[in-house]
């Protein structure tokens, strides 16, 4: 479907930037911290319930709940639609008081605009692709308008890593097995998660797993280390051999948008209390690309560490502990950049922003892979702000990006959903469609 002078005009005149910048914000402004992602939920279902036929919140752990929410055909229509995704939870804010101490920034959640942009902790990763979907389907629905076909948000928690006890993907897997015995419905012909990609269209991204090992020698007075077996010295010679490894890796074929495989060494602890180390903890990730195997990865890993340790006194043990699509950790993730609504996307985009709308690769890995896997929905990422922000005291979302984005899904679901009229004017906008650079609250 094309847009008609007439719908162009309706959807336009329900533009109000102002609000659309105001749901961002709000949105950022409720902490969601791994674990802690209810509030977010309730939030987001709150700003959907006037617009979408059905919403939900499932709570499945004291402050822990998915949001999802349908609006289009009638459930029991054959009709294939959207799925549009984002994660609810964020990284922690563990020094940014301190780090922007006595200026607008140094909340993690005021979600000031500053230099045209909106700063906060979880605005780019991955918020600003939530309030996208929440911000094009609202105006949506202030021009008097529906889509034909089905159009889903799903807002999920445990996406990110690093709080004790979460980072296992526990909101998709939930939301999964919900659509798998029918009470969350999803018919989607494309899947868009709202991971940050500065606009450009994410096809794929690597796979992953964490390995912790644990080597064990025996601690023993530092005046007698000849009764003791030194695990720090252990240590040395597997750090070593891992980055040799990694050298390995790094000259095997490349993906051509993922690149090489890789492998980083994250974190080294271990020492005596002025004795023999008889302890050493390491932990690695390891990026994948499509053609590797998680187990086979895993075995080359592992030969690499035994083999580099020359005293056999010592233990070895080594555990997985993100687990997500695979029982080691991810998957990587590959969706044919040919298929017709992925290309139709492109299109959309460039529409708005000439320079964006690329096919590339993800330098992080997200939940696409359960998608593919378990309900066979293509996936791709799309959404306002850098990557290369988030997780730091730098993260923010141009809010001129945030509000092509919001143009491009809302134009995205009328041409590929098709639209109906709903009976009744649309609503015109008395705010401003303009944000002003400089500081604000």
């Given amino acids: ?252 074929p490349a993906d051509p948008l993922i690149g090489t495989p890789s492998l980083l060494v994250t974190g080294v602890t271990g020492g005596g209390s002025v004795a023999v180390p008889g302890e050493c903890r390491l932990s690695i990730i390891r990026k994948l690309t499509p053609v590797e195997d998680l187990a086979t990865a895993r075995d080359e890993l592992e030969w690499v560490i035994r083999d580099a340790i020359s005293d056999k006194r010592i233990a070895v043990s080594t555990s997985y502990p993100a687990s997500r699509d695979h029982e080691l950790g991810g998957t990587a993730l590959v969706t044919d950049p040919e298929l017709e609504p992925v290309r139709r996307l492109q299109q959309t985009v460039k529409q708005h922003l000439p320079d964006r709308g690329d096919i590339a690769a993800g330098p992080y890995w997200s939940e696409g892979p359960f998608l593919r896997r378990d309900l066979g929905i293509p996936t791709v990422y799309l959404a306002p702000g850098d990557i290369s922000h988030c997780h730091t005291f730098e993260e923010h979302v141009k809010v001129d990006e945030y509000l092509a984005a919001v143009s491009v899904y809302l134009q995205f679901i009328v041409e590929y959903c098709g639209v109906r009229d709903l009976g009744r004017t649309a609503e015109t906008s008395q705010h401003s469609t303009s944000i002003s650079p400089g500081c604000e609250g």
């Fill in 1 to 252: 479907m094309n847009l008609n002078d007439e719908l162009v005009a309706r959807v336009n005149a329900a533009r109000d930037d102002v609000t659309a910048v105001s749901i961002l914000r709000g949105l950022v402004s409720i902490p969601s911290v791994t674990g802690n992602e209810e509030a977010a939920a309730r939030w987001a279902a709150d700003q959907l319930r006037e617009v979408m036929s059905s919403v939900e919140v499932d709570v499945f752990a004291p402050n822990r709940a998915n949001t999802w929410a349908t609006w289009g055909s009638d459930l029991g229509s054959p009709e294939r639609g959207l799925l549009f995704l984002g994660h609810l939870d964020t990284v922690h804010v563990r020094g940014w008081e301190e780090h922007w101490a006595g200026t607008a920034r140094e909340s993690p959640y005021a979600a000031p605009i500053i230099d045209g942009a909106v700063w906060g902790r979880g605005v780019a990763d991955c918020k600003g692709g939530i309030a996208v979907v929440i911000a094009a389907l609202r105006q949506l629905h202030r021009a008097g308008l529906e889509p034909v076909r089905p159009v889903t948000a799903l807002f999920v928690a445990d996406e990110e890593s690093g709080e004790e006890g979460s980072g296992t993907s526990e909101g998709i897997r939930r939301a999964i097995a919900a659509a798998a015995d029918g009470r969350m419905p999803i018919r989607a012909d494309l899947a868009i998660y709202g991971e940050p990609t500065t606009m450009q269209v994410f096809s794929s991204h690597m796979g992953f797993f964490i390995t912790d090992v644990v080597l064990t020698g025996k601690s023993a007075y530092f005046g007698t280390p000849e009764l003791g077996v030194d695990a720090l010295r252990a240590g040395d010679e597997v750090l070593r051999a891992l980055w040799a490894h990694d050298e390995d890796l790094r000259s095997r």
